[in-house]
């Protein structure tokens, strides 16, 4: 009732609008045009030095059809978050401290956040800090030491403690501005969708709630006048 309502209201700015299995059959052709666009977008984020990292949960289904589950039967795997188990995929991201996204990345839902093709694929390039949960603590540190990338984590129960200069202290406890970035990718614009009738389908859902993102005017920001000292250039 109301989608015939919205129909007819906005028929007139819409004159040439194509059934739904149309527009279905249609994100097959645009979901590589949506990739590109949503890579340009991330390359005009600008480089200040201080990052943070983090991943999200992407249930595709109710644990309780997870072996009833044939769209997502070869590519979606368990994986476990803060709230538990789930059945689906990970959105890894990397934003800066103006909230922008640097990189992405999506994996089935077993990929570990420390994997190294993950954090090779997001942080290879980047210079200054980059801050995250205890589940980024890897042996590439480094690596990425040496390339100027200094990877900032919380330690681990029965790991020695480490001292770190209060200003990293600090911007550690800012970590939670990528849980907000999350929160507006979920509540805002239905990154997290379970009825998704093919994977290619789910994947332009995610990339155009990410471009949607990129567009936002009020991102979650952190503001340290360190991170002045660290911009790149």
């Known amino acids: 009732m109301v989608q015939d309502m919205v129909r007819l209201r906005l028929e007139s700015r819409f004159p040439h609008q194509i059934s739904y299995g149309r527009f279905l059959a249609s994100l097959l052709k645009i979901l590589p045009g949506l990739y590109v666009f949503l890579k340009y977008c991330t390359l005009r984020s600008q480089d200040t030095g201080l990052y943070f990292i983090d991943s999200k949960q992407l249930p595709v289904c109710h644990n309780r059809r997870i072996h ?67 589940g980024y603590m890897s042996r590439l540190f480094e690596h990425f030491y040496l390339q100027g990338l200094q990877i900032i984590t919380k330690l681990k129960s029965r790991m020695k403690n480490q001292l770190l200069p209060l200003s990293q202290k600090l911007r550690l406890k800012k970590r939670a501005v990528i849980e907000s970035v999350n929160d507006i990718l979920t509540s805002v614009l239905d990154v997290e969708h ?38 790149i250039g």
């Open 68 to 134: 009833s589950n044939r769209v997502f039967g070869h590519i979606a795997r368990r994986g476990k978050s803060s709230t538990g188990w789930f059945f689906g995929l990970k959105l890894h991201l990397v934003i800066n401290n103006a909230g922008q996204i640097m990189n992405f990345l999506v994996t089935p839902a077993n990929v570990a956040d420390n994997n190294h093709r993950v954090l090779h694929t997001m942080l290879d390039g980047l210079k200054g800090e980059c801050y995250g949960d205890k």
């Open 194 to 231: 379970t009825r998704h009738r093919n994977p290619f389908n789910a994947l332009a859902h995610i990339f155009s709630g990410l471009i949607a993102y990129c567009f936002y005017e009020t991102k979650p920001s952190v503001f340290c006048f360190e991170s002045q000292q660290l911009m």
